[in-house]
């Protein structure tokens, strides 16, 4: 519990008044940075700290009368106390069954650790710098590192010696088993993390094709591979919701769709406030017709594996029986992946094999 001075209290205030959401919000933040760069290091530290604060509320802050009246809540009182958890988001119909709502609601009050996944040319080098810097680490793994959440990474980054990635998304495409000679195509790559973690896995003879509807991204994926000294994939710049690939056939291919990003809230807890929940049905179709045009993609025998960032049923059980029902594919297990409710996001994946053409 902290007091805050009646200044303090009308800057933080603003801060989030002002905030439309266009940017997420630490860029929307770093921008304010610059423009009042007479707020000291511990302003600039507590104003953050209560904005995040004021998002991690969720639904629940609708119950104040004004933005000023809960930041007033925040510095008075203990969540895990004084927080009413079933209206951080209170929908739990929409929830998967296999997710506790108050429990993953409960976890949004945390910020959430940071987690790199190791390069292997460089796992000699990150250990002994973390302990030379004197940056308090766990090793998970010997290829996943877990950092407190306001570490700095940037001279980690910059030298390729590993790359931000949440637990979940390491353990569930950690589930994708590649062969020798293989060919796959992650057809949603964004900026390429999860084909970052099997290029770092699998060292053997395989080919990678990346697409996104973004060139930008592309972009980014492009530098990524480079910096990390990974072989480059084939990219494509593809609008999977209106055209097909083309003639090439793969053994495997990875649709991590666009989705709510529902599982990601407690990492970006802005987001869960300005969620709107008609939302979920546009992706939920907009998923449909990627998946429907990936699969002619796909060869027989082949397996789809479906991944989303989001809790809700719409988006994964539901979407994984209309894959069986109507595209005709064989469904092999599905899963969700987190750590646990305040130290991770939640993914979810659904392993299919292709049966008929």
């Known amino acids: ?176 088993d590649i062969r020798e000679y293989a060919s796959v195509w992650d057809c949603c790559s964004g900026a390429g993390g999860k084909s970052l973690f099997l290029k770092n896995k699998f060292n053997f003879k395989w080919s990678l094709t990346c697409s996104d509807i973004r060139a930008n991204i592309i972009n980014n994926l492009k530098k990524r591979f480079q910096l990390l000294g990974f072989s480059m994939p084939n990219l494509l710049q593809k609008d999977l919701t209106i055209e097909l690939l083309g003639n090439d056939l793969f053994d495997i291919v990875i649709a991590d769709v666009p989705c709510s990003g529902s599982g990601t809230w407690g990492r970006n807890p802005e987001n869960l406030l300005k969620f709107n929940l008609v939302e979920i049905e546009t992706f939920a179709k907009l998923q449909k017709k990627i998946v429907t045009h990936a699969i002619h993609s796909l060869k027989l025998g082949g397996e789809l594996f479906y991944m989303t960032c989001s809790v809700f049923e719409m988006e994964n059980e539901m979407n994984r029986d209309f894959f069986i029902n109507q595209l005709g594919l064989e469904f092999i297990e599905d899963a969700y992946s987190f750590l646990n409710d305040k130290e991770s996001d939640y993914l979810y994946m659904a392993k299919f094999k292709k049966i008929k053409v």
């Open 1 to 176: 519990m902290e007091i805050l001075r009646p200044l303090q209290k009308h800057i933080i205030s603003q801060i989030i008044d002002n905030y439309n959401g266009d940017l997420p919000f630490h860029l929307y933040f770093n921008q304010l940075m610059k423009k009042n760069r007479n707020w000291g290091s511990k302003d600039r530290k507590l104003y953050r700290h209560f904005a995040f604060q004021y998002f991690r509320l969720g639904k629940f802050v609708h119950q104040f009368e004004n933005t000023a009246a809960v930041i007033d809540f925040i510095s008075c009182n203990d969540f895990s106390e004084s927080v009413n958890i079933e209206q951080i988001f209170p929908y739990p119909d929409i929830i998967s069954k296999k997710i506790n709502h108050q429990s993953w609601s409960k976890g949004m009050l945390y910020q959430r650790p940071i987690y790199l996944a190791v390069n292997k040319k460089y796992s000699n080098k990150l250990l002994p710098f973390l302990k030379d810097s004197n940056i308090e680490y766990t090793e998970l793994n010997e290829l996943l590192i877990q950092l407190p959440y306001d570490t700095s990474c940037q001279k980690i980054i910059e030298n390729g010696w590993a790359w931000i990635m949440d637990v979940a998304s390491q353990k569930i495409i950690d589930k994708v």
